[in-house]
């Protein structure tokens, strides 16, 4: 009597268990292509700016001797969780989150700058009081659909005005610390 039993499987490979452990690597066949491929990577190239320019300052920052200026660690901090904010968010139909996002990547590239410069406190309270006047026209610029009646009535504009209201006032506050003592 001929034997019809087949042989036993050979246990699966290790590349493709590990393909089907890890099957999130490559693109889904139920998620489509972002609509603008280039606009997607122009967004993940300025989140990699930010992530890298603020990486930088804090591991400049955490070897520094001498005591900082605290407007520069409030504004990273304000700039952080607004870039958080619009990574979270995705896009939107709102046409100001590339130009929050490329604002935020300018705001950290500054930040870390000035950490790099190994300035006193004094000496980077004067390049905030001088950088304050150019990143808030900036935001002024590309900000006015932010303050629209539309966007207050859209949970992500509110949220996105709220966190770039804090990060105007802080710029705000740096700016009338210039003119004060302008005066």
Known sequence: M????????????????????????????????????????????????????????????????DVPCFGWENLERLVSSAATLLWEIGPTQLAVEDDLLAFCAFLAREIEVTESLELTAAEEQTRLEEVAPRALAALDEIGGELASPHSESHPVGRALAIAFGTIRAELMSACLVEWRSAA
């Open 2 to 65: 001929p034997c019809t039993a087949e042989a036993p499987a050979s246990p699966p490979s290790f590349a493709s268990a590990c393909a089907s452990t890890f099957a999130f690597a490559s693109p889904s066949p139920t998620a489509p292509p972002p609509a603008d491929y280039a606009a997607a990577l122009r967004r993940e190239r300025l989140d990699a700016n930010i992530l890298k320019s603020l990486g930088r300052w804090r591991a400049l920052r955490s070897t520094r001797t």
